[in-house]
């Protein structure tokens, strides 16, 4: 199983260009990021030093987000909102075109607040078309788009807050490449079971975050078991990227010390299921 790290989430003690290089220090070869310029559609020479600084740390980026507004004053999305359907529309193109750019293959949809005054089933009748518009564009360079549940204690106008909510809107979609974000932190606080969630729909995820909860501090600190849950994970023959999306306590390098002994761990059960596989084929 492999791991990045979300560059939006840590080593933010940094300026966003030296972040890639850090979390090559610190023995990662992939990264993802939140969208991270101020608009939909940032300047040639922004996008430029971005790449630039990815390519040169020499890691991979493995997942990015749509442009989702401005996520620190409390916006979480712009998928599914009429008044900002103009702007999620003119970022669909660059953020493809930057994904591309550095063989990005997942991109994240946040589905956007409830807005005042606008019924749920018209946010709902936007949401199916932008998201089926950012899905044709993604198929142009062989990307997935997904969509992600988060918990209604921190994002209560969020209307997204469960897997089977997530669900039903990629099955109105219908496209093969619009798959689920299974964010373990969200779903977990929202009640939902991870290993019956994993053995029901792990099929469908089309990338995983992890943090542990409720703090969403790093795995460890928390409540859910995430060498159980991440070994289900692999034996139900998940095989992209975990980001680890949690809130460091302290300086990001000296948050992973308890990464080698699971990845070890789950390297084991990979082995010995494929070993199983090859005694069957």
Sequence with gaps: MRFDVNLSILFTELPLLERPAAAAAAGFDAVELWWPFDGPAPADRELDALVRAIRDAGVRLVGLNFD??????????????????????DNIDVAVGLAESLGCTVLNALYGNAEPGVAPETQRAVAIENLSLAAKAAERIGATVVVEALNS??????????????????????APNVAFL?????????????????????????????????GRGRPGTGEIPYDRVLAAL???????????EFKPGGPSAAEFGWLPALRGHLAAIEDRLSGVTKETA
């Design 182 to 214: 299974a964010d373990f932190y969200h779903l977990y606080r929202m009640g939902e079971d991870p290993f019956a969630l994993i053995e029901r729909d792990a099929h469908r995820f089309g990338h995983v975050q992890i943090a542990d909860a409720p």
């Design 68 to 89: 989702a507004g401005d996520m620190a004053a409390g916006d979480r999305g712009l998928l599914s909102r009429p008044g900002d359907a103009a702007r999620f529309r």
């Design 153 to 174: 204690y921190e994002s209560p106008a969020y209307p997204v807050t469960s897997s089977a909510a997530a669900f039903e809107l990629i099955d109105r979609v219908a």
């Design 234 to 244: 692999a034996a139900r023959g998940y095989r992209g990227h975990v980001g680890l």
